[in-house]
């Protein structure tokens, strides 16, 4: 039983992999590297919300959800990682997450809680997971440091019918502070493909890392 997501979150996440749910005010933002990007205003924060739609053709939904969810392995990967870990606080489990950010702007940090859950829908198999802050897990805030309070991500991942993997991925974060609307643009229209073929590349080398580490 899961005390941070609902079943019905499960259930809303992985539906847009059939069908976009882009009603509402959704935008169309930018289409790069095959990866489509959709983005919904937040008038209350002056932010976007974003959903992406993309393609790994090279790797399993199966691998893709192992290496998502990695944290050390992510730490040898993922370049704008400071520090990554999860622990115990008071009785639950929560990951921090420290991103390194240009100079001369603070990095960011994250105290989030996060679910996989291996979905299979009417013959189908699908690889959900989901993530947002949990503002409640008493970890302490860094000197020189921004804490971001307001954040929360879903991905869903399938075979693509192929060797690949079809990736439908919706996040919100508001990084506070005064961010650059360039940096902000950056992140979303090449910060997001270009992890997603991070990650891709990530995928090809897992089966090395985990010999090396005996997982």
């Known amino acids: 039983m899961s005390l941070h997501f609902t079943d019905e979150d499960f259930l809303e996440a992985w539906k847009e992999l059939d069908k976009p749910q882009l009603e509402g005010g959704w935008e169309f933002f930018t289409e790069t590297m095959g990866v489509k990007i959709y983005r919904l205003y937040d008038k209350e924060t002056g932010l976007y919300e974003y959903k992406v739609f993309g393609v790994l053709a090279?790797?399993?939904?199966?691998?893709?959800?192992d290496v998502y969810m990695d944290l050390p392995y992510r730490k040898q990967w993922d370049g704008y990682v400071k520090e990554l870990h999860e622990k115990d606080y008071d009785g639950h489990s929560a990951i921090y997450w420290e991103v390194k950010y240009p100079f001369p702007l603070s990095n960011r940090d994250y105290v989030y809680v996060r679910e996989r859950r291996d979905v299979d829908v009417d013959s189908r198999k699908i690889w959900v997971v989901l993530a947002k802050s949990s503002p409640q897990s008493p970890?302490?805030?860094?000197?020189?440091?921004?804490?971001?309070?307001?954040?929360?991500?879903?991905?869903?991942?399938?075979?693509?019918?192929?060797?690949?993997?079809?990736?439908f991925m919706n996040y919100f974060d508001n990084p506070g502070g005064n961010i650059p609307t360039w940096l902000v643009n950056w992140a979303a229209k090449s910060g997001v493909p270009a992890f997603l073929t991070?990650?891709?590349?990530?995928?090809?080398?897992?089966?090395?890392?985990?010999?090396?580490n005996k997982k």
């Open 58 to 65: 090279t790797c399993t939904p199966e691998l893709c959800a």
């Open 139 to 167: 970890l302490p805030e860094k000197s020189g440091v921004q804490r971001v309070i307001d954040y929360k991500q879903t991905v869903a991942m399938e075979s693509d019918g192929a060797c690949g993997t079809k990736v």
């Open 198 to 212: 991070d990650m891709q590349k990530a995928c090809g080398n897992y089966s090395n890392y985990c010999q090396k």
